[in-house]
Structure formats: structure tokens, C-alpha cells
């Protein structure tokens, strides 16, 4: 169990720029979710893909936010034209098929925009 | 309205002592699942305890303890003979299934330092 995997660990971008982040979840996951964290709050939840089916996306997500997990493994959450608010910690995480099955979380992405 | 309500921002206790962090939910769905993570300063999110709705006993996992109260819609989780190494951030957490989707929600967390 190499737990799951996100890149990278910081970002540091200019406001307007797109930014791009990856996770690799853990291998026999099939369910893979986003959240955004700030600080002093619980993670929000952004969306969830089941295998490569994106099936619940939260009006948190812009038009601007877009997320792909294009042969069900790996997922990239792709931010474009980047503002001040979107400046926080980006977390995935990954669950097996079953009810009670916790959530396995990433380091998280920490994106600031200047 | 889904809703996680964790009322205590910040709780202290001494080393080798017990902790209740509350936990109260809300939602209308008969099947649900609550979950609690510690997160330690260094950031990541640790499970401790999973509690589902149709669960009769109060899970237990080690140290920890989750004190399920349907009636009451809250779900506190005790930590037993606590530890230097359990400072840090706790979130409980509800899953729901909608339309055959899963959706989380957190609470916004309790800081929880342990005292030597």
C-alpha cells in the first residue's frame, strides 16, 4: 500500500495562470474525490469519480475548475485563469468499493497565487 | 439542509485523560455513514472511526470510542487515555448517498492539545 500520491506538494502561480495538479491513488481504489481545504476549515468537497465516470461535481466548481481520471487511475484537477480565492490546500483521496470504507487522503497540493 | 456542526473550536486535556469532541449532524437520509480524521500539523488526514446509520453498537477502534446518538443526530468521539501525539486538528465527517453518488461533508473542526 503505497498510499495516495499528489504532485506536487506546492504551487506558487501568478493570478490568471492555469495550474495543473495530479493524484495517484492507491492502485485497487476505484472511487477518487477532490476537496479544497483553507485554513482553519474542514475540506470541501469538489468532486467524486467513480473508475473513470465523473459523477457528482459541486457547485464549488467553477467553469473554471475541470477534473479528468481519463482510464481510471490517476486524476488531474486543471484550475484555469487562476484568482486570489482559489489560493488553498488541494486534497484527493481514495476509497474501495463499500459502504463503510474510509477515505485514504494525499499530502495535498498547497497552491498560493500572487 | 446536510450539515456537520463541531461547536468546540479548540479543547485542552491533560496527557493520560479522557476527551469528548462533539459532533452533531444533519440530514433527512435514513442511510448515512459518519466517519472521524485526525489532522496532525503536518497535514494529512488520518481515519480513526467509522460509525454507520444502521449500526446498533457504538464503534470502537482501539483509543477511540464514537458515541452514536441517532435520536440526538450526534456523533462524539471519545479518545481514552490520551497522548502527547493526539494534539492536533479532529474532523467528523458525514457520507451521504444521493442518486447513487457519494457526497462527503466536514465539520470545520476541533483543535485538540494534549497538556503533559
Known amino acids: 500500500d503505497t498510499g495516495v500520491s499528489q504532485d506536487p506538494r506546492h504551487k506558487i502561480t501568478k493570478r490568471g495562470q492555469n495550474v495543473t495538479f495530479r493524484c495517484d491513488p492507491i492502485?485497487?481504489?476505484?472511487?477518487l474525490y477532490w476537496y479544497r481545504q483553507t485554513l482553519g476549515q474542514g475540506p470541501e468537497f469538489l468532486t467524486y469519480?467513480?473508475?473513470?465516470?465523473?459523477?457528482?461535481k459541486s457547485r464549488l466548481l467553477s467553469d473554471r475548475f475541470s477534473a479528468e481520471r481519463p482510464k481510471g487511475s490517476f486524476s488531474t484537477l486543471e484550475i484555469q485563469r487562476t484568482e486570489q480565492g482559489d489560493s488553498a490546500m488541494y486534497l484527493c483521496?481514495?476509497?474501495?468499493?463499500?459502504?463503510?470504507?474510509?477515505?485514504?487522503f494525499g499530502d495535498g497540493t498547497r497552491l498560493s497565487i500572487l | 439542509a446536510q450539515k456537520i456542526t463541531q461547536t468546540q473550536p479548540g479543547m485542552f486535556v491533560q496527557e493520560k485523560e479522557a476527551v469528548t469532541l462533539d459532533c452533531t449532524y444533519d440530514t433527512s437520509d435514513q442511510s448515512y455513514g459518519l466517519f472521524w480524521y485526525k489532522q496532525p500539523s503536518s497535514g494529512e488526514m488520518i481515519f480513526l472511526i467509522y460509525?454507520?446509520?444502521?449500526?446498533?453498537q457504538n464503534a470502537t477502534e482501539g483509543r477511540y470510542s464514537l458515541n452514536f446518538q441517532k435520536a440526538r443526530k450526534s456523533a462524539n468521539l471519545v479518545i481514552s487515555a490520551s497522548q502527547l501525539g493526539d494534539s492536533a486538528m479532529y474532523f467528523c465527517a458525514m457520507r451521504l448517498l444521493t442518486s447513487g453518488t457519494y457526497k462527503y461533508i466536514f465539520g470545520t473542526g476541533t483543535r485538540l492539545k494534549v497538556l503533559a
Open positions: 483521496a481514495s476509497s474501495p468499493q463499500g459502504d463503510d470504507q474510509p477515505q485514504h
Open positions: 469519480f467513480q473508475n473513470e465516470a465523473q459523477l457528482e
Open positions: 492502485s485497487e481504489h476505484n472511487r
Open positions: 460509525q454507520g446509520s444502521y449500526d446498533e
